[in-house]
């Protein structure tokens, strides 16, 4: 069975950071392109950033930019974000994804999804 399993989500208060984690299992993610995004209540699903297979290319959305950074570690076959400088509008249910394709930042890129943790941030 092919899983992505986020972790590391939970409260923090805003200006603090906090870093999640997308662990992979069932097959090699090592040559796919990694991404995630996140889904606030009431609103669509929406990209954050994003990792090539080299591990030398990476996307981010505009707001999060200086803020957020995303890593992966092949041997792990796991995929990090590390979020400083939190704000109460990055609160969201946080996704992470695979593509076989490319770095995008379109959802309908990527084929595998996880399960999603919960980031929440208060004032």
């Known amino acids: 069975q092919v899983l992505l399993v986020e972790s590391g989500g939970g409260l923090v208060q805003a200006g603090n950071s906090l870093r999640i984690s997308c662990a992979g299992s069932?097959?090699?993610?090592?040559?796919?392109?990694m991404g995630w995004f996140r889904q606030a209540p009431g609103k669509d699903r929406e990209f954050v950033a994003t990792?090539?297979?080299?591990?030398?290319?990476?996307y981010y959305r505009d707001s999060v930019k200086g803020r957020f950074t995303i890593s992966r570690d092949k041997a792990k076959n796991t995929v990090y974000l590390q979020m400083n400088s939190l704000k109460p509008e990055d609160t969201a249910v946080y996704y992470c994804?695979?593509?076989?394709?490319?770095?995008?930042?379109?959802?309908?890129?990527?084929?595998?999804w996880g399960q999603g943790t919960q980031v929440t941030v208060s004032s």
């Open positions: 994804a695979a593509s076989t394709q490319t770095t995008s930042r379109s959802d309908r890129m990527y084929e595998y």
């Open positions: 069932g097959r090699d993610f090592s040559m796919d392109a």
């Open positions: 990792i090539a297979w080299s591990g030398g290319v990476t």
